[in-house]
């Protein structure tokens, strides 16, 4: 560690990591309910189940980004972090406001919660992934300006790199775009024209840009390869993110009520998305191959190269699968749809976010550079167990979402949802079981942080 | 002058990003014939009311711009600051030009009604030349920073990259019009 500031991104990161098992622990419970529907009922129905599941996902990545900020930016930019203090006092903020609303999920029905919180003085509540009371969504929007005074004003006083600033960027639109959620107008066409731009301008717009600067980041880390190479791929790719991110928001203006010519724009920008995410994945196996050092720390080197590879699978090619409207007219909403989301988002901004912490967090705790080999070696074993179970959910979903496609609306014959949903319950069995695979990588995971012993030489 | 013999010229991060730009034009083009098939005449009647006059002085004006660029790619070569930002200057005009005479044909459209939404020629038309339209705002940007670099003395005849990177994507700009206009104006 190289500033003494940077260890305001510990807590960050721990947050991080114990939000993310309570994410995943829903994750199995829903699971289970798509095939024991009332598994945990009354006590956890599905809907409040998926509610805590997606919240808590956001949460943590949130979580997980602004670590990965405070850690980055002091180094990028050679100074200590404008306040240290700030940060920590956002981190107690944020960390009770997301506790007590997923405890208000989870103790009182939706309607008494959005009651007890004053929804009716400006209603925002009510909207898939944007759930969150009004009061916590206002803590949300403190926290964000806070901590971006904070990553600006440590920018503005060092050093300006390319990756602090395609980073900055990065966060600035994420706390812009997240406005979108007070809009809430009564025109359903307008509501889900807007609530897109909070979803899609998120996960296929501006989070790929911090998504890039951090990975961007641990490459010149750990591979030693010349920063301005780093920096002309990054380029390259942020502008190719933008053009085919920003219009492909089209690609879910298809069914809604907008103009027509969405159909095209959204299929034609929208099927060039995956551009970005291959040149990602040539970029990060380029310079680990051109590398000039063999850093130590091995793990956040295979998680760099994992966020590449799977960030291409999950978000390009599955993403391209239902992308063009002729397609999507069938498979809107489908599991195929779910297959997408849990790859994408694994393997884009999970992946990064563990890349990130597997680098930083052997410094934060006083080492060097790594961790001892026993320790990595645990690391790599989870980062296998979560990944190839994440695949085998990828693809069960994605013949769950196959199969309902065809017998729910594409033969001469489409039945009924239920009735399909029922057909195609061996495959969420399937699904469950490499759920349950995913926990346990995850628990090897968190193990991996207690294992001690001596830190590798660099090779 | 080593540089000059490198292939490709300029920066070949900078050669993925054309091919990408070209992808998605293709893709474009290949979208419009498809709908152009299936709509032969409403194609050919509306066809007619675009303005070919104002298309062909477009398509003389991002030629000769080409031709500029190519020059002042040649004078960096030969260590010639003041004459390559001369010739940057006068591409960039021709540039002006191009969005002038554009803006006017979309002036003449937007009184007359025409938007996005009132037919799928139309919605092409729009569509095709607003994105390049943008593309050529992105060249200029580009042209212009190059221009200022050269200004502030950063090229030479050993290093030049930054030039033929920008020219580079102008061509993409110019050719990509190039294959837009007989498509679009002309094609019966």
């Known amino acids: 560690m190289k500033y003494q500031s940077q260890a305001v991104a510990k807590p960050y990161f721990i947050a991080a990591i114990g939000l993310f098992i309570g994410q995943i622990v829903f994750g199995v419970i829903l699971g289970l309910q798509y095939v024991v529907g009332d598994f945990l009922f009354p006590e956890i129905p599905f809907n409040v189940a998926r509610m805590v599941h997606t919240n808590l996902l956001i949460v943590w990545l949130l979580f997980g980004f602004m670590g990965a900020a405070y850690y980055l930016v002091p180094e990028e930019s050679e100074t200590e972090l404008h306040s240290p203090g700030l940060a920590i006092l956002m981190f107690w903020i944020f960390l009770v406001a997301g506790a007590l609303t997923v405890l208000g999920y989870l103790m009182v029905p939706y309607a008494t919660l959005a009651e007890m919180t004053g929804n009716e003085l400006l209603p925002t509540m009510g909207r898939e992934f944007l759930e969150q009371p009004t009061i916590t969504k206002l803590g949300i929007v403190v926290v964000a300006l806070a901590f971006l005074f904070n990553i600006g004003m440590t920018i503005l006083k060092g050093r300006k790199t390319v990756v602090s600033l395609v980073l900055l960027i990065g966060l600035v639109g994420l706390a812009v775009f997240f406005l979108f959620s007070f809009y809430n107008p009564d025109n359903l066409v307008k509501d889900k024209y807007y609530w897109w731009w909070v979803v899609h301008l998120w996960v296929e717009g501006v989070w790929e840009l911090i998504l890039g600067s951090i990975l961007a980041f641990v490459l010149i880390k750990t591979t030693g390869v010349d920063r301005e190479v780093i920096e002309k791929w990054l380029y390259v790719i942020i502008a190719m993110t933008l053009i085919t991110g920003i219009i492909g928001t089209g690609h879910h203006y298809y069914w809604i009520g907008a103009p027509e010519y969405w159909q095209w724009w959204g299929s034609i920008f929208s099927a060039m998305e995956p551009i970005p995410f291959f040149m990602m994945t040539v970029f990060a196996f380029n310079m680990v191959n051109r590398r000039r050092r063999n850093h130590p720390n091995q793990a956040a080197v295979l998680w760099a190269l994992g966020t590449a590879v799977m960030a291409f699978l999950g978000a390009g090619v599955w993403g391209f699968m239902h992308t063009l409207s002729p397609i999507n007219y069938y498979t809107h909403g489908t599991q195929i749809t779910a297959a997408h989301g849990h790859m994408a988002f694994y393997g884009a901004y999970v992946m990064i976010v563990i890349t990130m912490i597997s680098y930083a967090m052997p410094m934060l705790r006083g080492r060097d550079a790594a961790n001892s080999g026993k320790s990595q070696v645990i690391e790599m074993w989870s980062f296998w167990l979560m990944t190839v179970s994440m695949v085998f959910i990828t693809l069960f979903l994605t013949a769950a979402g196959v199969l309902q496609t065809y017998i729910q609306r594409y033969t001469d014959d489409p039945q009924p949802f239920m009735v399909v949903q029922e057909k195609i319950e061996i495959f969420y069995w399937m699904r469950e079981v490499a759920g349950v695979v995913f926990l346990i990588g995850l628990v090897v995971y968190a193990t991996s942080f207690f294992i001690g012993g001596k830190e590798p030489e660099e090779a | ?188």
């Open chain 2, 1 to 188: 002058m080593n540089a000059s013999k490198e292939y490709p010229p300029g920066d070949l991060a900078m050669w993925i990003f054309i091919l990408a730009e070209l992808l998605v034009f293709a893709l474009f083009f290949a979208a419009y014939a498809f709908s152009r098939a299936n709509n032969v005449e409403l194609f050919n009647t509306f066809q007619q009311t675009l303005d070919t006059d104002s298309a062909l002085i477009n398509t003389l004006a991002l030629i000769t711009s080409s031709y500029f660029v190519m020059r002042a790619v040649a004078d960096i070569r030969q260590n010639r600051q003041v004459e390559c930002i001369r010739w940057l200057l006068a591409a960039l005009s021709m540039g002006a030009v191009f969005l002038i005479v554009k803006s006017g044909e979309y002036v003449h459209h937007y009184s007359a009604g025409i938007n996005l939404r009132t037919n799928t020629f139309y919605m092409f038309y729009l569509s095709l030349t607003f994105f390049h339209f943008m593309h050529v705002l992105l060249g200029m940007v580009i042209l212009s920073a190059i221009t200022v670099k050269t200004w502030l003395g950063d090229y030479s005849a050993t290093e030049h990259t930054g030039v033929e990177t920008g020219a580079s994507y102008w061509h993409m700009v110019d050719i990509v019009w190039l294959i837009l206009f007989p498509l679009v104006y002309i094609m019966k």
